[in-house]
């Protein structure tokens, strides 16, 4: 039995130790922000915070998360519904095509914005490494301009 907090709610999660963090939450939490791309920490899609970090969530094992703050897509907005300023800035520059690897953009955009708040296009394009098949890329960049101002 493993004992975190997912969106400000504590749960106890009774899953094998190796299960992925993005399994647990998608199948023992119905916690569907977060998206399976390639399972093999290349494409971001599943990223969530953990205790402030944008982890890749399929590869971190349940058991080793104890104690933990995880922060998905889902708990990114006040709980009287209002967006963050990152997801606000995505509707407001239309991102999303597909939409699929969205929430992985969101999540690392936040953990970006949170340590440095005006980020240069260098330092979007170092901390923001997620893949995107419909070539986002230009918007998310515009959008995480606009979520700094
Ligand atoms: Fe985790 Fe692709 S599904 S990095």
Redesign the pocket.
Known sequence: MVALTVNGRRVEVAAPDHKPL?WVLREDLGVLGP?????????????VLVDGEAI????HPIGSLGGASVVTIEGLADPDGRLSVVQQAWIDEQVPQCGYCQPGFIIAATELLARTPAPTDAEIDEAITNICRCGTYPRIRRAIHRAAS
């Open positions: 993005l998206k399976y791309g390639c399972g093999v920490g290349q494409c971001g899609a599943c990223r890749r969530s399929c590869m």
